[in-house]
């Protein structure tokens, strides 16, 4: 039976978590282009080179932080109801999903005050340029502060309804192995738990206060560390759930069976334990902080590599499976025994690649020392665009194509643009990177409008400036197609009329190497979350201890509006 | 728990990877002598950089000489220009000298990265960003503010120039004697 | 006076912000040639002539912040000393005669209180500006004597109340159309729709009741493979060249790009 005649109360849940993901996508894929066609000098009629800051925090904020959330929690609210077979508690999910949305349209209405004049609001100018990192002493209108906090605290209640689900489902089945794609989501949930606990402090007792007045300094170095405590495993958040389609969906969507079960919840239990710890590696070239602190981190990050490095195994493993049980043979030629003509498919397998490129410029990323070369140059958003911006991104496109047929009982329609959707985008995605790696390479920074100085020229070192420029607006104007084709599809699906026989099916084979195989203490949640906490005491205890010690405010500084 | 033969090398494979990465940064920091920044350079009351009054050369920023070999540039990032290194008062070293920048902010968090080099840190108020380098090549860098600090980011920028040694020596003689012939009742 | 490209785009931008919001020019309004074009609190020339000492504050609010001069533009007798009184807010401020000129009040203080003063005694225009703050819009003029250049202003001052000029009325257009674009398009790809019949339902239609949904049916493997005789033999391979690419890239990055530059040793 379809999901949505299944769980009815669930499936309007998702829906709507999916319609809020959907409409934070457009406008900040709308943003994205009228960036790259800015930054690159192609176009810049559309906004002020001050303003443009302003549609960069909007589409920090409304891509990295709406869109992913709001469809992480569809996600997870699917995934936990069918994998428990039970609908989801109502109240608590459906308090988080308003909770959630009065922290959006708060946080959305500050920032975009700063493209009509910033206008006194309460005493405050409505204006939060402050960037998707809103780093102190800059200094966004208090509602910006409070709309974040409470996307956050509404993550924590829907996380709330999962374990609920969970113990409910313990009571009629007291002896059973976690379901793997409820085990993920928890795991997910109880490193999120960890690691919003940073940025819960750093605006709850630091930001709000200062931006109303009530406090008069913070430390910037100390509310910067709170952040980036945050700023990593957040990352996580949003690859964690797209490991969650690629290893219990892409194996069925290939034809094949997940490799192993036992793995797949070794690797989410190593991110559970060592995704907050790093956050250093964020601050490697941060003056304040020892150099043994940011060796530490980046130990930590390195092994961080193994589960998504295991990941890749297995992934390819069960596609591989897929492939040979549609026919495929030989080393290499199996590839073509995939159905590339599924954009279900095609997207996720493309998103996988995409993020093994992704996975290495991460790497160097995390090299303590061969960081200088690329700190905040626009290398830093070519890597991210490639993990986030795709390996999340493009998986959750398409993976609502084959999600939302089950969860409204509506035919895909628009068939033969989801077909080509996916690789438009990898192709915009594949443009718009590698110049911007390039281009970080030559010395070019992130987060600018205008990256021309009068005092010099930068020199491309492979390629020259001006091409490199050239494809990173063709590249966003083409990813902004991409977008827009989903949206279309999207759209002309969610209104068309309910009924019929669905291309899809949801039924979920066995995995070849099942939960049986797996030791019963993987499912023991309190034992890693205390480890967790364990390595994360370890890691930022001290550091944080000397940052506070000559006070909680101090170095100070005041607030300077932006 | 049963892990296939093929997984089993692969996860050698990937620790070999991980435990490769670590070595060559322990490499490069203990072989090649690569620093990061720390705390070493201390704090300092933001406030004051803004007014000019911390008691420090933050208070006249430019280029210190404090041995032989060695030369010490105070930078205040401040919205939104270095000083010295923006416009047409560009920051002057000399080559094949130690040069320490120490860098601090007046207002915000800046960056601070010379182009071309791995001569890359943050700049966080409070806070001084001490970094020490040797230019083997004389020519120009570009120097750029890369973490966004307000509406006019964008337009902060700079340049630092390095000098043959001779030249700047010579150069350093002569704004000496130019100093002293405008004001002469200055003594030290 | 020569425009350089940031100031061409900050005053091209703020032109088209200008020409939105009509004109209310001063009668006597010298011609700046668009020097106030980017500067948001210009509200034309204010008259001080007939005084012995007018003066400016430095830190003003105004272009997004405390980056202006007000007023931005005065007309003072020759012989007036104008006094530039800092503030205190919107950093490091000074004033800096644009091009040749006598103004130079030196490097930029922040301290309220501070002040810098000029005595004008030959007529002209003056044009300064906040170095550090120019590309925001901190500029400003002095204008000794009557009015000089062509009759006519420039452009007028802003008028009250909060107006979107033309870049932003285009820009919360096309956020709005690019919000409802897919529903437009739905909603007339669904008419098209309902025009024509489902051509997949070949049984019943419901009275009541929401119409039924079949998934589609499970696809049987071509061939089953089961776990024991399953080697993903084409994965190793994969893997394998994955990871003699990483090793390569970053001996490469490390050793050539990295190590090839000026390093920080301290």
Redesign the interface.
């Known amino acids: ?2 999901f ?2 299944s769980y009815p109360k669930t499936s309007k849940l998702v829906r709507s978590e999916f319609i809020v993901a959907f ?1 934070a996508l ?2 900040g894929a ?1 943003f994205g282009v ?1 960036q790259a066609l800015h930054r690159t000098g192609v176009f ?7 303003d443009y ?1 302003t549609i ?1 925090t909007a589409h920090g904020v409304l891509l990295a932080l709406v869109f992913t959330t709001f469809f992480i929690a569809g996600l997870f609210t699917w995934a936990v109801a069918s994998s428990l077979e039970r609908e989801l508690p109502h109240r608590i999910a459906w308090t988080a999903f308003w909770i959630m949305l009065t922290g959006t349209a708060l946080a959305a209405v500050a920032i975009l005050g700063g ?5 006194s609001v309460f005493g405050h100018s409505l204006s939060a ?1 402050v ?1 998707f990192t809103f ?1 102190a ?2 200094k966004a209108h208090p509602a910006f502060y409070i709309g974040a906090a409470l996307i956050i605290v509404g993550s924590w209640i829907a996380g709330a309804a999962y374990f609920k689900a969970l113990w409910e489902w313990r009571e009629d089945n007291p002896d059973e192995r976690i379901p793997l794609q409820t085990f993920m989501v928890l795991t997910t949930m109880l490193m999120w738990y960890i690691s919003t606990i940073g940025v819960a402090v750093e605006v709850v007792v630091f930001l709000i206060p200062w931006s109303l007045g009530l406090i008069q300094n913070v ?3 100390l509310t ?1 560390t709170l952040f980036w405590y945050f700023g990593h495993p957040v990352v996580y958040f949003w690859l964690m759930p797209a490991y969650l389609v690629w290893y219990t969906i892409l194996p069925k969507l290939a ?2 069976r997940l ?2 079960d ?2 797949a919840r070794v690797v989410f239990v190593a991110f559970l334990l060592l995704s907050t710890p790093v956050g250093f590696h964020h ?9 043994g602190y ?2 530490i981190a ?2 930590n990050t ?2 961080l ?2 589960p998504s ?2 990941t ?3 992934v ?2 069960s596609l ?8 495929g043979s ?3 030629s ?2 073509r025994s995939l159905p590339w003509d599924k954009p279900a498919f095609s997207g996720c397998a493309l998103a996988g690649l995409m993020f ?1 490129a992704g996975g ?1 410029s991460g ?2 990323n ?5 960081n ?2 690329i ?3 626009i290398w830093v958003p070519g890597h991210f665009h490639l993990t986030v911006g795709t390996a999340f991104a493009l998986t959750a496109m398409a993976i609502s194509y084959w999600l939302v047929p ?1 969860i409204t ?3 895909l ?2 068939r033969s643009l989801a077909v080509i959707q996916p690789y438009v985008w990898f192709v915009g995605m594949a443009l718009m990177s590698n110049a911007m790696h390039r281009a970080g ?3 070019i ?15 491309g ?1 492979a390629g020259t400036v001006a091409e490199m420029r050239l494809q990173i607006a063709i590249g966003g104007f083409l990813l902004f197609v991409g977008a ?1 084709l989903f ?2 599809v ?3 699906t ?14 979920i084979p066995a995995p ?2 099942g939960p049986e ?3 019963r203490i993987l499912d023991n949640y309190k034992l890693w979350t205390a480890i967790a906490l364990l390595l994360i005491v370890i890691a930022y205890g001290p550091p944080l201890a000397s940052m506070v010690v ?1 006070g909680l405010f ?5 607030p ?3 | 728990m049963q892990v296939h033969r093929f997984e089993k090398v692969w996860l050698g494979a990937a620790l070999l990877l991980i435990v490769g990465f670590i070595a060559t940064v322990a490499y490069g920091s203990v072989g090649v002598g690569v620093a990061m920044v720390d705390d070493s350079g201390g704090q300092i009351n933001a406030q004051a950089v803004q007014s000019g009054n911390t008691g420090t050369p933050f208070d006249d920023p430019g280029v210190v000489q404090e041995s032989e070999d060695h030369y010490v540039v105070y930078v205040v990032a401040r919205q939104f220009q270095f000083v010295p290194g923006s416009g047409d008062d560009p920051i002057r070293v000399p080559a094949d000298a130690r040069v320490t920048f120490r860098v601090t902010s007046a207002d915000v968090v800046h960056g601070f990265s010379v182009v071309e080099t791995n001569i890359n840190t943050m700049v966080i108020p409070g806070q001084v960003s001490e970094v020490s380098a040797r230019f083997d090549e004389p020519g120009t860098y570009g120097l750029v503010c890369h973490e966004y600090c307000g509406a006019a980011h964008h337009t902060m920028g700079g340049s630092v120039e390095v000098v043959p040694t001779d030249e700047y020596e010579s150069q350093q003689q002569q704004s000496m004697n130019e100093t002293q012939l405008q004001s002469p009742e200055v003594g030290n | 006076m020569a425009l350089n490209r940031r100031q061409f785009v900050g005053a091209a931008a703020g032109a088209a912000a200008l020409g939105a919001a009509g004109t209310a020019s001063a009668q006597e309004d010298p011609d700046y040639g668009g020097w106030f074009d980017d500067v948001s609190n210009f509200d034309g020339t204010v008259d001080r002539r007939g005084q012995d000492t007018v003066e400016i504050t430095v830190g003003a609010q105004g272009n997004n912040g405390n980056f202006a001069f007000d007023p931005p533009a005065v007309m003072v007798s020759p012989g007036t000393e104008v006094v530039w009184r800092w503030t205190g807010e919107g950093g490091g401020h000074n004033v800096v005669s644009d091009g040749d000129g006598p103004l130079d009040s030196g490097s930029a203080v922040a301290e309220a209180g501070t002040t810098y003063s000029h005595t004008f005694e030959e007529m002209g225009i003056y044009n300064y500006v906040c170095v550090p703050h120019e590309a925001l819009g901190m500029k400003g003029a002095v204008v000794v004597g009557g009015p000089l250049g062509g009759s006519g202003g420039s452009g007028g001052g802003r008028g009250a109340g909060i107006e979107l000029s033309g870049p932003q009325w285009l820009l919360s257009g096309s956020v709005l159309l690019a919000f409802f674009s897919p529903l437009l398009f739905a909603a007339a790809m669904r008419r098209r729709y309902t025009e024509q019949p489902p051509a997949t339902n070949d049984e019943l239609t419901l009275a009541t009741g929401p119409a039924p949904v079949e998934e589609a049916a499970e696809t049987e493997p071509a061939v089953e493979i089961g776990h024991d005789e399953y080697d993903p033999k084409g994965t190793a391979a994969l893997v394998a060249f994955y990871f003699v690419l990483i090793a390569l890239l970053w001996v490469f990055m490390y050793f050539v790009e990295f190590l090839g530059r000026v390093t920080v040793i301290g």
């Open positions: 039976m379809v949505v005649d409409a457009g406008i709308l009228i810049r009629g559309f906004v002020s080179s001050a800051y960069l493209l009509f004049g910033a206008p340029d960037l780093y002493p800059m430390d910037p170095l910067r034809g094949g490799f192993s036992p793995l601050q490697y070239v941060d003056p304040g902080i020892p150099e940011k060796f980046m130990t390195m092994f590599l193994l490095l295991l890749a195994f297995t390819v493993a591989e499976h897929g492939a040979r049980q549609n026919g030989g080393y290499l199996w590839l093994a290495f790497m160097i995390a090299g303590m020392n061969i200088y070369l700190h905040n140059t089950q009982g509506k035919p329609r628009q390479l030559a010395g920074p992130r987060r600018t409008a205008e990256p021309t100085y009068d005092e010099f020229a930068f020199q070192v827009a949206l279309v999207m759209a002309d969610l209104l068309a009329r309910r009924g019929g026989t669905l291309s899809v099916n949801g039924t070849l190497s195989h797996s030791p000559d101090a170095p100070g500084s005041p300077i509006p932006v």
